[in-house]
């Protein structure tokens, strides 16, 4: 039912049964997955952090890859979630490195290292795993943009035009896999909206620190024509 509510974007609802799936089944790290983008549609950031608190807690000891992925990945996808990366920066790095993990889910997962790096502060180590994980055929296609994204404004901070022209290509690529509108008025899959939701947040981010950057930019040749006029 919460799939069906979040197909015809009725994301409150959708969050309400999310939640009460979580509360009722915590061991099943899948809910929690599901509910993390559908808070950030809904603007909860103080709800989302706590859910992410809550997951790596619950996944902790897990034995399992699955959890111990699900659980990772949604911390993520908004600046700030945690206040230290290190767990997920553990947590990431023994999963690329684990002899059972398949060739299918090695890219997403080296991304995923990528872009916890970026959000612990290390731009360079970002950069390297991302374009690791993306260099793979495996790359799945949704992933690779919320990857292109990241990595945009990993570069963002020392080289301007290469970041736009990565942001550029994720912009293209999310316009080719986003899910378009289907039967009944309802939108695509369910995981196929999930993924959308994370890209749409992940642009949304780079497009706003790029026009950050550009305005702070601005404001200083203003300042300085002023200052030392021609």
């Given at each position: 039912?919460?799939?069906?509510?979040?197909?015809?974007?009725?994301?409150?609802?959708?969050?309400?049964?999310?939640?009460?799936?979580?509360?009722?089944?915590?061991?099943?790290?899948?809910?929690?997955?599901?509910?993390?983008?559908?808070?950030?549609?809904?603007?909860?950031?103080?709800?989302?952090?706590?859910?992410?608190?809550?997951?790596l807690?619950?996944f902790?000891?897990?034995?399992?890859?699955?959890?111990?992925i699900?659980?990772?990945?949604?911390?993520?996808w908004?600046a700030?979630?945690?206040?230290?990366?290190?767990?997920?920066?553990?947590?990431?790095?023994a999963?690329?490195?684990?002899?059972?993990?398949?060739?299918s889910?090695?890219?997403?997962?080296?991304?995923a290292l990528?872009?916890?790096?970026?959000?612990?502060?290390?731009?360079?180590?970002?950069?390297?795993?991302?374009?690791?994980?993306?260099?793979?055929?495996?790359?799945?296609?949704?992933?690779?943009?919320?990857?292109?994204?990241?990595?945009?404004?990993?570069?963002?901070?020392?080289?301007?035009?290469?970041?736009?022209?990565?942001?550029?290509?994720?912009?293209d690529?999310?316009?080719?896999?986003?899910?378009?509108?289907?039967?009944?008025g309802?939108?695509?899959s369910?995981?196929?909206?999930?993924?959308?939701?994370?890209?749409?947040?992940?642009?949304?981010?780079?497009?706003?620190?790029?026009?950050?950057?550009?305005?702070?930019?601005?404001?200083?040749?203003?300042?300085?024509?002023?200052?030392?006029?021609?």
């Amino acid at each position: 039912m919460a799939s069906r509510y979040g197909q015809l974007a009725h994301w409150e609802q959708a969050a309400r049964l999310l939640a009460v799936a979580v509360a009722a089944d915590p061991e099943n790290y899948s809910h929690g997955f599901q509910l993390a983008p559908v808070l950030l549609q809904l603007e909860d950031s103080g709800g989302y952090r706590e859910l992410c608190r809550e997951m790596l807690d619950q996944f902790a000891e897990s034995t399992d890859m699955s959890p111990q992925i699900f659980s990772v990945w949604p911390c993520l996808w908004e600046a700030g979630t945690l206040d230290n990366y290190d767990r997920v920066l553990a947590r990431l790095q023994a999963i690329v490195e684990h002899p059972n993990l398949s060739v299918s889910w090695l890219p997403r997962c080296q991304a995923a290292l990528g872009i916890a790096y970026f959000r612990s502060g290390d731009c360079p180590a970002a950069i390297q795993w991302i374009e690791k994980g993306l260099a793979s055929e495996q790359m799945e296609s949704r992933f690779e943009v919320r990857s292109l994204a990241v990595l945009a404004m990993a570069y963002h901070a020392g080289d301007v035009p290469k970041a736009e022209q990565i942001l550029q290509t994720a912009r293209d690529r999310f316009t080719e896999v986003a899910p378009k509108p289907g039967v009944q008025g309802l939108r695509d899959s369910w995981p196929d909206l999930l993924d959308s939701l994370i890209c749409d947040l992940l642009l949304a981010e780079a497009e706003t620190r790029f026009a950050g950057k550009k305005q702070g930019e601005d404001k200083e040749g203003k300042k300085t024509r002023q200052t030392h006029p021609q």
